[in-house]
């Protein structure tokens, strides 16, 4: 069964970041753009691939954000999470929810989102 997109991810249109559960740091989520690759660049690959975890996933048991991993197979075209895909270590089986953000950088909280 696909794992589906939670309703709060900053990757889907018209969710509010400030409103992820169990606290919001806007800091931690900037730095969140060590995740995002350089399209085709294969940068990553030989070293341990950072994801934006789900926040809806417990410590330690982490899983991939849908919507970034979305993003980062497409539009990102991450090379190194691809071959992890591959090889079976990433469970790409998810499904979005709405119209999603082309820029990590529009995953960041706007002004009018105080």
Known sequence: MSRKQCKKCPWRVGANPREIPNGYDEEEHRRLSGTIASPGSGEGIGQLLQIMACHET???SELPCVGWL????NQG??????LAVMLGRIDADVVTEGPQHER???TLPRDQDV
Do not use: A, M
């Open 58 to 60: 417990p410590v330690g």
């Open 70 to 73: 979305v993003h980062q197979l």
């Open 77 to 82: 075209d991450s090379i190194p999470l691809r």
């Open 104 to 106: 990590f950088e529009d």
